[in-house]
C-alpha cells in the first residue's frame, strides 16, 4: 500500500494509491481521519479498513493519479524530523572523516522545512553559497514506544519514503552544529508517498539512486548501513518516546556535492531524483 497526503481543488485528503489512481478514504470510509498521523495512530484497524475500501473501490471515491498534486506524505510533522549522520562509510570519507561505528551521530529538521513531490526547494541565494542535496531513505514510526529492543524495532515501522536531507554546508559549518544548515524552509522535500512496511520485506536492500539533471550522483543500497533500523529505532528510545508518524532519515550515502572535487552545489533550475527500489521517485526543481 502506497499512502499519500494529496491535494485536489480546496481538498486535502489521506489517500491510497489503486493503479493509476489514488482513492480518497474518508469519502469511501467516513471513519477514517483526515490526516496521516491521525490515520497512522489508528494502527492495524487502519490498514484493515484500507483493505476493506480497495476490495469495493467505486469511480466517485477516485481521483486520477496525475490530476491530483502531491504534498509530504505527513505534510507538519509533530516534532523535527530525526537525522542520522554519516551512516554510509563512503560518505563519511568523502566529507573528511572517519565513520563512528560505536556512536550514531543524530540531528534534526525542523518540521518548517517539509515539502513534497514536485514542490520548489527555494536557492535561498541570500542565505547560502553551498546548498547540497542528500538521498535517504526514511523510516515513520507507527506506534508509540520508549526503550524499544532492537529484536522489537521493526514492528513501530508504519512504512518508508524518500527525505531529500537538503543542507546549506556554509552555514552547517559555520555555526558549529547541523541544524539551521538543516532547517531552511523548503529543505526536507518528503514523498512522494509512505509504502507501508508489509510491501518491502527488507528494508536493508533497497537500492538507492540521487540524479541532478539526468546525471547520476548517488548510487548505492542500505545493505550499506553502518547502523541498520532497529539499531536507529533501539536508540533513539532509550531515553525519548517515539510516537506515530515520527519520521527518521537514516543517512545518506557518498555522492554528495560536497564531496566532488571541485565541489559542485544545487543551482536555481536544477532537478534532483531519488529513487529508491519498491519505493519510488521523489522529485523537485530548484528555484
Known sequence: MKFVTAHAGSDVFVG???GKKVVHLSKADETIPHTMIECIELGESFIEKVQRVLERVRPEWTYELRDVQLLAPIPRPTKNIFCIGKNYADHAQEMGGEADRENIIVFSKAPTAVIGHEATILRHADVTD??????????????????????????YVFGYTIVNDVTARDLQERHKQYLLGKSLDTSCPMGPWIVHRSAIAEPHALHIETKVNGEVRQ?????QFIFDIPTIIATLSKGMTLEPGDVIATGTPAGVGKGMNPPRFLQSGDVIEITIEQIGTLRNVVK
Open 16 to 18: 491510497v494509491v489503486h
Open 130 to 155: 553551498q546548498l547540497d542535496y542528500e538521498g535517504e531513505l526514511a523510516i515513520v514510526i507507527g506506534k508509540k514506544g520508549k526503550a524499544i529492543p532492537k529484536e522489537q524495532a521493526l514492528d
Open 219 to 223: 548510487s548505492a543500497t542500505t545493505a
